[in-house]
Nanobody, 118 residues
Framework: QVQLVESGGGLVQAGGSLRLSCSAS????????MGWYRQAPGKQRELVAR???????NYADSVKGRFTISRDNAEKTVYLQMNRLKPEDTAVYYC????????????WGQGTQVTVSS
């Protein structure tokens, strides 16, 4: 069974930085894309950043220039470096792996809280 474990969340003042990590355990193969999503209270879950097998990336407009996603294929780990954090970045952050071939699968982490104080 695949399990994604996130770490690195916490409380930080506006303007500060955090680095989130998400590592996969279990039998997981053909990882096509890794991503970070977030969900603030009363809002829908939204894509924050995504990185594909060939390291192509895309970001939500609200985080461009402040957040950077990266991956370590060998370690089955994805990172999210978050700089110049704003109170509106406060949310639960979830990682997602899209993997498997020929049948595609999607796995989610349990979420990690990020709180940015003003």
């Amino acid at each position: 069974q695949v399990q994604l474990v996130e770490s690195g969340g916490g409380l930080v003042q506006a303007g500060g930085s955090l680095r989130l990590s998400c590592s996969a355990s279990g039998i997981i193969f053909s990882i096509n894309a890794m991503g970070w999503y977030r969900q603030a209270p009363g809002k829908q879950r939204e894509l924050v950043a995504r990185i594909t097998r060939d390291s192509s990336t895309n970001y939500a407009d609200s985080v461009k220039g402040r957040f950077t996603i990266s991956r370590d294929n060998a370690e089955k780990t994805v990172y999210l470096q978050m700089n110049r954090l704003k109170p509106e970045d406060t949310a639960v952050y979830y990682c997602n792996f899209q993997w498997g071939s020929p049948i595609g699968r999607s796995s989610w982490g349990q979420g990690t809280q990020v709180t940015v104080s003003s």
